[in-house]
């Protein structure tokens, strides 16, 4: 009932940027937590960055410095910008969000994932 879709993956150069959206829609009553995960190919997936429903941020030691989480309450949207990339960053990203319904449920949801490649 809940879903997540994340935009904004692309190819990009060495030391480019790309900012990563992530919308959440359904019935939603609120969303706590907010996240962004990524995997590369042959990988486990690792968590980039958290921000809790009052702003406070969390971050991957590999992203500090270069990535900033940020979030729109008023649009259930989750923002990913990406400064200074490098090839390691190669991976599929994917937005979480923990939601509680109308009734006082509250689960994780995940979305699709959006394909973030860093290439010469």
């Known amino acids: 009932q809940v879903q997540l879709v994340e935009s904004g993956g692309g190819l990009v150069q060495p030391g480019g940027s790309l900012r990563l959206s992530c919308a959440a829609s359904g019935s939603i009553f609120s969303i706590n937590d907010m996240g962004w995960y990524r995997q590369a190919p042959g990988k486990q997936r690792e968590l980039v960055a958290t921000i809790t429903s009052g702003g406070r941020t969390n971050y991957a030691d590999s992203v500090k410095g270069r990535f900033t989480i940020s979030r729109d309450n008023a649009k259930n949207t989750v923002y990913l910008q990406m400064n200074g990339l490098k090839p390691e960053d190669t991976a599929v990203y994917y937005c979480?969000?923990?939601?509680?319904?109308?009734?006082?449920?509250?689960?994780?949801?995940w979305g699709q994932g959006t394909q973030v490649t860093i290439s010469s």
């Open positions: 979480n969000a923990d939601v509680s319904s109308y009734r006082r449920v509250t689960f994780s949801s």
